[in-house]
């Protein structure tokens, strides 16, 4: 369980980070400050969650990203509004040169945006947008490699699948 | 090249990369521009927005100074590796500070690491033609300290500081040695030799020590790290 003191060295610690993690999904500098912000008040109100799995900056970084998904889908995109908030999100992705990979990603993402599937939209950002290794996933949700390969592997049938359509 | 993840730039603002990533880390900025040039912008916004932080505003000078500190030294490193990187040759690391990860032991420690591609691995019994190796060391007694590298014909050259003719001072650490060495095709054993003393030492005592089958100095202690290169 982290102390008030330990919340506020984390604080002075990954403030930055927390930000430019927020900004690069929001693409809103004063919303990225504001979401940043719960990050803090969340740790203040919830100290017994980090249950050590991970280290702290791997939960701040799950943390920052499932907040800054939230507000998204709190900013009540629907249609096409959602698309371009999520080709916004894969304009910098690892794969971004590849049209159809893009294509076939935003129409998954955008779906578990609409269905508020979070945790399902929290790993679609993390293997198309972040570019994540299985490794670096399974670290961040706190899920098992094999679990990560799983899911992983449903993405992309679906994306092929998608893709299939396409004319 | 694969470049560090969103992930690994959050873990290195957060100063939560640990020893290896730190060092996997550094040796993706050696050899990549466009990411060393991120990481200086980088450092730069982070110094902008911690003087602007609320902590910053309510601690006061101190606390900007502790952020802008570590920062600042950043943006130093990364100018001087910018300026030798044209020059072709590698600057001389200063201390780094995790002591989460790496807690020196004894008089001295000392460590091959081998870069190969984005990975660093610790040296093994066996070595190859092109591997690219770096040094790591730290000692919380020791004041001085000199490398030595030998090579299969039995040729000693002092490798830190580069051909000096005394030993260097050091800071506790952990430390990483500035230069690198690219092992060159010749088959045969290399190993390489770090001497830890209070007092300095002369290169000419310790490459005739680095030769011998056990080295030793008196005055200091010596570790010492082979690997056999096998022929082309």
Same mark, same amino acid.
């Given at each position: 369980m982290w102390t008030r003191g330990e919340i506020e060295a984390l604080y002075r610690k990954t403030s930055f980070s927390i930000y430019q993690r927020c900004r690069a999904l929001l693409h809103e500098d004063a919303e990225a400050k504001d979401v940043a912000q719960e990050v803090y008040m969340h740790l203040l109100a919830h100290p017994d969650d980090f249950r050590g799995d991970a280290s702290p900056s791997t939960y701040l970084?799950?943390?920052?990203?499932?907040?800054? $998904?939230?507000?998204?889908? *709190? %900013?009540r $995109?629907?249609?096409? +509004?959602?698309?371009? *908030?999520? &080709? =916004? $999100?894969?304009?910098? &992705?690892?794969?971004?040169?590849?049209? =159809?990979?893009? +294509? &076939?990603? %935003?129409?998954?993402?955008?779906?578990?945006? =609409? +269905?508020a599937d979070e945790r399902t939209a929290a790993m679609l950002v993390y293997h198309y947008v972040d570019g994540l290794s299985q490794g670096e996933i399974a670290e961040v949700m706190s899920l098992s490699r094999v679990t990560v390969n799983q899911h992983l592997q449903r993405f992309r049938d679906q994306a092929k699948e998608i893709a299939d359509r396409e004319p | 090249m694969r470049h560090p993840s969103p992930l690994t730039w959050f873990r290195f603002h957060a100063s939560d990369l640990g020893f290896a990533g730190w060092l996997a880390f550094r040796g993706h900025l050696v050899r990549c521009t466009d990411c060393r040039e991120r990481c200086a912008?980088?450092?730069?916004e982070r110094l902008a927005f911690?003087?602007?932080?609320?902590?910053?505003? !309510? !601690?006061?000078?101190?606390?900007?100074?502790?952020?802008?500190?570590?920062? /600042?030294?950043?943006i130093a490193m990364l100018v001087v590796w910018q300026l030798s990187a044209r020059s072709g040759s590698r600057p001389t690391e200063t201390a780094m500070n995790d002591q989460d990860t790496f807690r020196p032991k004894g008089s001295g420690t000392f460590d091959v690491l081998v870069v190969r591609g984005d990975e660093e691995v610790?040296?093994?019994?066996?070595?190859?033609?092109?591997?690219? @190796?770096?040094?790591?060391?730290?000692?919380s007694s020791s004041k001085q300290m000199m490398v030595v590298g030998v090579d299969p014909h039995g040729t000693a050259r002092v490798l830190f500081p580069l051909d000096g003719e005394t030993s260097q001072a050091i800071t506790p650490g952990p430390n990483l040695v500035g230069n690198s060495w /690219? @092992?060159?095709?010749?088959?045969?054993?290399?190993?390489?030799v770090a001497f830890f003393s209070e007092s300095p030492l002369r290169a000419e005592d310790a490459r005739r020590a680095a030769r011998a089958e056990k080295p030793s100095l008196p005055g200091a202690t010596a570790i010492v790290r082979d690997c056999v290169k096998a022929g082309r």
């Open positions: 970084y799950a943390i920052a990203t499932n907040k800054s $998904l939230s507000r998204l889908r *709190a %900013r $995109l629907r249609g096409d +509004a959602w698309q371009d *908030a999520v &080709a =916004e $999100l894969l304009r910098s &992705a690892p794969m971004s040169h590849d049209p =159809e990979r893009t +294509a &076939a990603a %935003r129409a998954i993402l955008t779906s578990a945006l =609409e +269905a | 912008r980088e450092v730069r911690e003087g602007e932080s609320p902590v910053a505003r !309510g !601690g006061g000078a101190a606390i900007a100074l502790r952020f802008a500190m570590p920062a /600042v030294a950043i610790l040296l093994g019994e066996r070595c190859r033609e092109g591997d690219a @190796l770096q040094a790591r060391y730290a000692s /690219v @092992l060159d095709g010749e088959p045969g054993r290399e190993r390489f």
